[in-house]
């Protein structure tokens, strides 16, 4: 099992322009979330997804959408990056059934936008 | 505001000694509090913690969790390098995690 994968490991970005990270979990976990860590700031949560085809606003929604494209897959999409959005992001997925509230994470995805 | 507290912010030992490291926070009804432990990568899960004065163990880290005190320390008991890396308290909801800002520490060979 490869866990909670990411990508891209790397991106550098210029004000203005878009793009996607992607998230993928093998684990049949049914909650994915979305956080950005910052400096000094600890983790903070951006967007989750309790389950397939629901999606809720984190601590910290704005500049961004996600989609749950299924089970597996939760992606984020920074629609125009602003230099404020320079951070690295994490993806991590949580069962939910049962005792356990542990949540998995990816590797993370560093984004500096110029 | 709902917040989660870490202290101290950034600790130096040595190796052999022991640290404790504290955490509060502010709600009352939660699911569970967490630790992770972060080293230059994603954060790794230590212990959950549900019920209050319960201790929860892991070769020298161990956990407890004072619900009347709305707090939880984690104990390391002969520190060893290995150990420097960034401790998250994390409180949660049921679906909701709420980090605190964290405790970096560096444990001098």
């Known amino acids: 099992n490869a866990g909670v994968t990411q990508t891209p490991k790397f991106q550098v970005l210029k004000t203005g322009q878009s793009m996607t990270l992607q998230c993928a979990q093998d684990?049949?976990?049914?909650?994915m979330y979305w956080y950005r860590q910052d400096p000094g700031m600890g983790l903070r949560l951006i967007y989750y997804?309790?389950?397939?085809?629901?999606?809720d606003k984190g601590e910290v929604p704005n500049g961004y959408n996600v989609s749950r494209l299924n089970k597996r897959e939760f992606s984020l999409r920074l629609e125009s990056a602003a230099p404020s959005q320079t951070s690295v992001y994490f993806c991590?997925?949580?069962?939910?059934?049962?005792?356990?509230?542990?949540?998995?994470f990816g590797p993370g995805t560093r984004l500096t936008v110029l | 505001e709902d917040k989660v507290v870490q202290s101290p912010l950034s600790l130096v030992v040595h190796e052999g000694d022991t640290v404790t490291l504290n955490c509060s926070y502010e709600?009352?009804?939660?699911?569970?509090l967490l630790w992770y432990k972060q080293e230059k990568k994603a954060p790794t899960f230590l212990f959950m913690l549900?019920?209050?004065?319960i201790e929860k163990k892991s070769g020298r880290l161990s956990s407890i969790l004072d619900k009347k005190e709305l707090s939880s320390i984690l104990n390391i008991t002969a520190t060893q390098t290995g150990d420097s890396a960034i401790y998250l308290c994390?409180?949660?909801?049921?679906?909701?995690?709420?980090f605190g800002t964290g405790t970096r520490l560096k444990v001098l060979a």
């Open positions: 684990m049949n976990h049914n909650s």
């Open positions: 709600v009352t009804n939660f699911r569970s």
């Open positions: 997804s309790a389950s397939e085809g629901t999606t």
């Open positions: 994390v409180r949660s909801g049921t679906y909701k995690y709420i």
């Open positions: 549900t019920s209050s004065g």
């Open positions: 991590a997925s949580r069962l939910w059934e049962g005792l356990s509230n542990e949540q998995f």
